[in-house]
């Protein structure tokens, strides 16, 4: 019960707000000029000054000239930032930061060659000590193990 007595209040004062709008005229209607990347002019020029019988007033047509400028030198500048910065070398800071990550790459590379020389030495002269491989050790260090021997004790079949 009480719900329906709120909502019909409700209702009751829309119909009275838009009887109101509908039948009181409005005092100040101005017209908002856009300009194209839709941010207002700053000064708003009333509908009955821009645009009379087809043509614009020259005061609409001045202030969209403004506008326009304005967002030009704004492009011109931004522009001329970019292409300065160019030339103070941020391309070359990143080339030279690949070049140097080139360059580590290549010394791990060279690194990791002597160390597994070195594990696969170290691997010999201890077989060597426990007496586990015949002394043709060095040759079957540098021999290549087929494929199917390989994936079978990797992946430890038979």
């Known amino acids: 019960m009480i719900i329906q007595v709120f909502l019909g209040v409700l209702v009751l004062a829309l119909l009275i707000g ?63 930032e970019i292409v300065s910065m160019q030339g103070k070398g941020i391309g070359t800071d990143a080339e030279n930061e690949f070049a140097q990550k080139i360059t580590d790459l290549q ?20 077989r060597k000590e426990l007496s586990l491989e015949p002394d043709d050790t060095k040759k079957r260090i540098g021999e290549e193990i087929p494929k199917e021997q390989l994936h079978a004790l990797a992946f430890r079949r038979n």
């Open 107 to 126: 010394e791990f590379k060279r690194q990791a060659r002597l160390e597994i020389e070195a594990l696969k030495q170290r691997l010999a002269s201890l």
């Open 18 to 80: 838009n009887a109101l709008l509908f039948f009181i005229p409005k005092k100040n209607s101005q017209k908002i000029v856009l300009n194209t990347q839709g941010s207002a002019v700053s000064n708003a020029i009333p509908e009955t000054q821009g645009i009379s019988n087809g043509t614009i007033n020259p005061a609409v047509k001045t202030l969209v000239t403004e506008e326009r400028i304005s967002l030009l030198n704004k492009r011109i500048a931004r522009l001329e």
